[in-house]
């Protein structure tokens, strides 16, 4: 459905225009600046397109009214505006066709026309998410779901490919431990070989002068002093069984590890010391036993004072020579319990490794896991991406284009011939454009262009041989006399 005239009365700058265009695919419309151009296709734009088309005040100064007819094959529309007693502007619009007058006039007309009509250019002007907008309505081919799935999952992939790079780095800083042993490691260890001293008995010397009752004093004061000597052990043994104790508890304390094997050394010995405990009370009683059989010496030492005295030099000697021998126990023993220590520290060193070796393994292990968890929900993500990139291309490849060439990206931007449209040709641009509005305009074919000062003769021939192509017609704006076929406006008005 063509225009086949317009005429337009008191609308912004224009006083009175009347123009026709039947059979014409192009119409130019030149003139000055302030002419009153932009006023005629802001008539036709406001006479077609509604109330959003409408300027604040498009009735001419002065006036009370304004008017543009729209004459359409089989069809007129007639929009007019008066000023209203307060100042307000009031419209009305009215369609008359072959059967009289037309119900609901502006929804007809949005049925048959398309928004692009108002400038088809502004579609190279507007952002990039509007462009893909329209495309798609235009096209039916909604692939915004598509490319938002698959940005949630670029960027989940990209969350898991910088985890996987970080645990990656990790694992590549962690030793694998081959060596390690199969189950934790339970250092053996030793205890110490106790040696026991070598005591001697003193020698004593009994003269066959010496009377019956003498020896027989003797043998009670030996016996004494053997329970005394007894007693004296057993009380060292006593006090070296308390210290050993105390030794033990102590490596209770630092070495949980052998607890153990102190537990039953710490057995024995308490067994032990039981046991001497026993025989020092039992040495005890016998000491009592023998103090309650000595029979008095000191008359018989009085008769044997250099016999007495040559036994206390053979005790004497005896006691240094038991001393020693203690002494010489006492340092082997000590020695024995550093040794065993070492041993048993060497044996925990060596199990703290191994069992290290283990955990290490065993968290290189784990951390590999990880990793490979990472790689494969990488992969999985990827393969993802691949899915709705074909599902896309194959919507893409059977959607129809009003321009060959014309797709989306994987962002959703608009491209022509697989680069992003902004960055076409301007000749390339303008034939999106119109490809777009006409392919916008259901019935009336009708492409209004402001500023087509910006468009060289190569431009205005093509966008010429497009509307004649597919029966449109277009009102082009510029500035400028020199047109030899265009509608000149002077003063709002045409010459």
């Known amino acids: 459905m063509q225009v086949l005239a317009v005429k337009v009365d ?53 006036k009370d009214s304004g008017s543009v007819v729209v004459k359409l094959e089989g069809y007129t529309v007639s929009r007019t505006w008066t000023r ?23 929804t007809w007309l949005s049925g048959k026309m398309g928004d692009l009509t108002c400038d088809p250019l502004a579609f190279m002007s507007a952002k990039p998410e509007a462009q893909a907008d329209r495309l798609r309505k235009l096209t039916g081919l909604d692939v915004s779901t598509l490319d938002a799935a698959r940005k949630r999952t670029f960027d989940a992939r990209t969350e898991v490919g910088r985890d996987g790079q970080k645990e990656a780095a990790v694992l590549a800083n962690m030793p694998e431990c081959s060596d390690a042993p199969e189950a934790p490691v339970v250092p053996t ?60 508890h102590s490596r209770i304390d630092r070495l949980r590890a052998e607890l153990a094997a102190a537990e039953s050394e710490l057995a024995g010995e308490e067994e032990r010391a039981g046991q001497l405990a026993a025989a020092r009370v039992a040495a005890s009683d016998a000491l009592d036993a023998a103090r309650s059989l000595i029979i008095p010496t000191a008359p018989l030492r009085s008769r044997l004072a250099g016999l007495e005295a040559e036994n206390k030099a053979a005790r004497d000697a005896a006691q240094a ?19 065993a220590a070492a041993k048993n520290e060497l044996a925990r060193k060596a199990a703290d490794e191994a069992n290290g070796k283990l955990r290490g393994k065993e968290a290189y292990k784990l951390q590999k896991q990880k990793v490979d968890a990472l790689r494969a929900d990488y992969a999985a993500k990827t393969e993802e991406i691949a899915k709705v990139d074909a599902q896309k291309a194959a919507m893409l490849a059977a959607a129809k284009f009003p321009v060959d060439g014309l797709s989306f990206d994987k962002d959703g931007g608009v491209t022509y011939r697989d680069l992003p449209l902004s960055q076409a040709s301007g000749a390339e641009r303008i034939r ?22 910006l468009l060289d003769e190569d431009s205005l021939a093509m966008v010429a041989e497009m509307a004649e192509a597919a029966g449109a017609q277009v009102i082009l704006e510029r500035v400028g006399s020199g047109d030899p076929d265009a509608v000149i406006i002077v003063d709002g008005g045409t010459v």
């Open 10 to 62: 008191n609308f912004k700058r224009i006083g009175h225009v009347d123009l026709s265009t039947a059979d014409k695919a192009m119409i130019l419309v030149g003139g000055k600046n302030g002419a009153g151009k932009s006023s005629l296709l802001d008539a036709i734009s406001a006479a077609l397109m509604g109330e959003k088309a409408c300027p604040e005040e498009p009735i001419q100064r002065g």
């Open 84 to 106: 209203k007693a307060d100042g307000s502007v009031g419209s009305t619009l009215k369609i008359v066709g072959p059967d009289g007058g037309v119900g609901s006039p502006q």
């Open 189 to 248: 260890y030793v205890q110490a070989e106790l040696v026991e001293a070598e005591l001697v008995e003193a020698p004593q010397t009994s003269p066959a002068s010496i009377l019956e009752e003498i020896a027989a004093a003797e043998l009670t004061e030996r016996a004494a002093e053997a329970a005394a000597a007894a007693l004296q052990t057993a009380a060292r043994n006593c006090t070296l069984a308390t210290e050993r104790l105390g030794t033990i």
């Open 321 to 339: 020579q038991n001393a020693a021998a203690r002494a010489k126990a006492t340092e082997a023993n000590a020695q024995a319990q550093r040794d």
């Open 432 to 453: 999106v454009s119109m490809a777009i509005a006409l392919a916008s305009n259901p019935t009336i074919k009708l492409v209004l262009i402001r500023d087509a000062s």
